[in-house]
Each structure stands twice: as C-alpha cells, then as structure tokens.
C-alpha cells in the first residue's frame, strides 16, 4: 500500500494543503467571520420577533444550523474545478491520458488527502463553538444526532465531489470557464442550505429545492444534528445521496468521455 500511487497523490494532496501554513490560517479565519455574522444576526432576528419558532426552528436548533451548515459547506467544499479546467485549457491533462494513472481517481485521491487536514482543524473549530454556545445557555445538541451527522457527512463529501467533477467537464466546452463556475458556486452555496435552511424559501420553493441533489450535501447532514430527523428519515436520506452518487457517478463519465474526445494537447 506505502507504493501505491494512490497513497500518494493521496500523501499529495494532504502536502498540498499544509504548504502554504499563511494562506491556510487565513482562510480559516474567513470562514469564522460570516459565521458569527450569521449567529448574531438569528439572536437578534428571533431576540425581535418574540416567536419561539422560525422557519419550523427554534433559536437553539437555528444557531446549530448556522454552526454546523458552515462546518459542513468548508468540509465539503471543491475548488479543484478551477485546477481541471487550467489542465484542460493549458494542455496538462495530456499527460494523463498516456500515463498509467486515471485522472479521476487522481483527482478523488488529492481532494479527499486535503480534506483530511483540513477536517482535523475545522472539527476542532466546530468542537470549541459547539461548547461555547452549550455553556453560554444558547443551546444544547444530542451526542446520538452527532453520530446521526456523522453517517451522512461521507455520502454529502462523495455527493459534492462527483457534482463539481461532472460540472468541470464544462471546460471542454467553455473556453475560459471560472466565471461559469464561480455563478454555478454561488447558486449551489444557496440551493444547498448552506447560507439558511431551505425553508427559508417557502414551502413550494423549498420542497422543490430539497428535491435537488445540492440539498443532501448540507441541508440534509445538518438537519440531522438539529434532531428534526429521526432514524428512518435518515436511512431514506442516505438512500437518496446514493442514488444521485450513482447519477452523477454516470453522468461525469458521459461527459468527460465526450469531452475527451474533443480535447487537444499543443505543445510540450
């Protein structure tokens, strides 16, 4: 196993992430700030209404909504959308269609090795915010509706990865394609609950939007540690991402397959 190159794009990807220790902490630290942002701005939201529940939450369920859509969106998140398509448009994706190495595992491989680092640093940011809020009376969460999190949290992570590797397909096609991508981002930021819950939107519009498969990446997971889920819902949830894994599994190999074809590699 020590040899295999998939430990090592694997090795990789985990030395990628810890090269640059500035640009890391910087980033983490932006994560924080729209994060208490959000938490401020749902005390002083229900501190004004004087319900007890919003949106079918309460304060308490709400605030672990906020903290934990966050969590989950950073655990999740792509970004390797913008390296493909440099590899596509500046000709490095040559090198993998005559080397031994299939460029989605090597991809799989080098995101899930990043995560794995940054999963250390951001469950224990997740930790320390859980338990101020446990001891500041906000709020109080079930250890059983952790473990709950945690069976969906590997299905969201797949789920995610398989929808921005099928979308950076679309590099074949689009000859500079970061703005598409950057649109495309922003609409599944929001389409996935990350931002709010989804009932937010509406009964209509929301149950529509829970239809999507952005919705079982965050929305899904999260609800799952608020306690609005019980065990069989959870099953059925889980069912659902495998379905859209298995979708978006077929349908970034039709896409990557055509592209392929109409890809060129000039130069060395």
């Known amino acids: 196993m020590a040899n295999n190159k998939y430990v090592k794009v694997f090795l990789l990807g985990m030395q990628n992430e810890m090269e640059y220790r500035t640009n890391y902490w910087l980033q983490l630290f932006s994560f924080t700030l729209p994060l208490m942002t959000q938490v401020f701005l749902w005390l002083a939201v229900f501190g004004s209404s004087g319900e007890r529940r919003l949106l079918g939450y309460t304060l308490e369920e709400m605030l672990i909504y906020v903290v934990m859509a966050a969590v989950t969106g950073r655990l999740i998140a792509a970004g390797f959308e913008y390296e493909i398509a440099a590899d596509i448009k500046e000709g490095g994706l040559g090198k993998f269609l005559v080397q031994p190495v299939h ?4 991809r799989f491989f ?14 224990a940011g997740a930790v320390c915010m859980l338990v101020g809020l446990r001891l500041s009376g906000g709020t109080d969460f079930s250890m059983t509706y952790l473990l709950l999190y945690m069976l969906t949290l590997p299905g969201a992570l797949l789920l995610n990865f398989l929808v921005y590797y099928t979308l950076s397909g679309m590099a074949f096609w689009v000859t500079e394609s970061s703005g598409l991508f950057y649109t495309l981002s922003l609409v599944i930021y929001v389409a996935s609950g990350t931002v709010f819950p989804l009932t937010i939107f509406g009964d209509v519009a929301g149950r529509l939007l829970s239809l999507l498969p952005f919705a079982y990446t ?21 069912g659902v991402q495998v379905f859209w894994i298995a979708v978006f599994f077929i349908l970034s190999g039709v896409v990557w397959r055509a592209g392929v074809r109409r890809f060129v590699s000039v130069g060395g």
């Not at 460029?103 to 090597?106: D, L, P, R, T």
């Not at 080098?110 to 469950?123: E, L």
């Not at 306690?227 to 059925?236: M, Q, R, T, Y």
């Open 103 to 106: 460029y989605f595992a090597y």
């Open 110 to 123: 080098r995101f899930a090795g990043g995560k794995a680092v940054q999963s250390t640093v951001i469950w």
């Open 218 to 238: 965050v929305f899904f997971p999260v609800n799952a540690i608020t306690g609005k889920l019980e065990a069989p819902l959870i099953a059925a949830g889980i």
